[in-house]
């Protein structure tokens, strides 16, 4: 039986910006490729000192964002050996238009965060998000439904998955619009692959 934790990025920019000026947060300059804020990589590293079953993971799988390698590079720092891959497939939705969303180019990402394997990416730029356009539910559904396929394909039986907030409710619950209802940072959910 296969045991996946999925895992919201630690407290970003992009979160802090949100809740004092609202959505429009999102679209900022400085929120490109939002990094976690203090309090977020403080959450991260609680998480690692904590989780009962960190030494279980086999393998991270991981939005290719900064916030969300942050979150796993604190949470699995002692873990030597562990494979950690990026993948352009999870990253939070929608993909366009909002500058949070949008990741750097894989040269950035390999310079900076040189214990995570970026060879799973799809393009040396991001080739998801648009400038034009959001990205649309059955899109999202899609990079869903393939990243399910990825998981049951898998022979590690227990995957930590490093992910956002929209991707994960919808991929866990399909509880995307449901805000009342959002997922803890660096709080560690079990999927049931099966579903």
Not at 97 to 111: D, H, P, Y
Not at 130 to 139: G, K, L, S, Y
């Amino acid at each position: 039986m296969k045991n996946i934790y999925c895992i919201r990025h630690g407290l970003a920019l992009h979160n802090v910006l949100g809740q004092e000026i609202g959505s429009k947060a999102y679209f900022l300059e400085k929120c490109f490729d939002a990094p976690l804020v203090d309090k977020g990589i403080l959450q991260a590293k609680e998480l690692g000192k904590k989780w009962d079953n960190l030494d279980k993971i086999q393998k991270v799988l991981v939005s290719p964002l900064t916030r969300t390698l942050q979150t796993a590079e604190n949470i699995f720092k002692d873990k030597i050996g562990l494979k950690i891959i990026a993948l352009d497939g999870i990253k939070e939705f929608p993909q366009g238009m909002e500058t949070c969303n949008k990741r750097r180019e894989k040269k950035e990402l390999e310079v900076n965060f040189k214990n995570i394997d970026f060879s799973e990416l799809d393009s040396d730029t991001d080739q998801m998000w648009r400038e034009d356009r959001f990205e649309t539910i059955e899109e999202l559904e899609q990079r869903i439904e393939n990243f399910k396929n990825l998981l049951k394909k898998l022979d590690d039986e227990n995957v930590a998955v490093v992910s956002h907030s929209s991707f994960l409710k919808q991929m866990l619950y399909g509880t995307i619009g449901d805000d009342s209802n959002q997922l803890n940072h660096c709080d560690p959910y079990k999927f049931d692959i099966s579903k």
